[in-house]
């Protein structure tokens, strides 16, 4: 089954709200596999985005600047805020840590 994809740019200090409303939903509706929250940086502008993946349109709506994005336009790295890290791991690697200098 395709998995919906959303994207919004967004500064990590700004993610709280969204997490928050994301991870109730999440489990309102009992923690479904095709559901996730990731953030990653946009390849083209380096910007932050959270990355979401729904059940279906109709949640869409609750979330207010995501659009659609078909999954072979997401980034290769994500890190997961809300969802299951193996279903995580069938879309996207872990970001590679950056040696502090």
């Known amino acids: 089954m395709a998995m919906l994809w959303a994207k919004k740019a967004i500064g990590p200090a700004d993610w709280g709200p969204t997490q928050d409303q994301f991870e109730e939903l999440f489990v309102k509706l009992g923690g479904p596999k095709q559901m ?33 994005v078909t999954e072979d336009a997401l980034p290769a790295e994500a890190a997961l805020l809300v969802g299951h890290s193996d279903e995580l791991l069938k879309h996207f690697r872990y970001p590679a840590r950056r040696p502090v200098p």
Do not use: R, V
Not at 39 to 51: E, M, N, Y
């Open 36 to 68: 996730m929250l990731a953030a990653a940086a946009d390849p083209a502008s380096g910007q932050s985005i959270l990355l979401m993946s729904l059940p279906n349109t109709t949640f869409l709506g609750f979330f207010s600047g995501f659009e659609c």
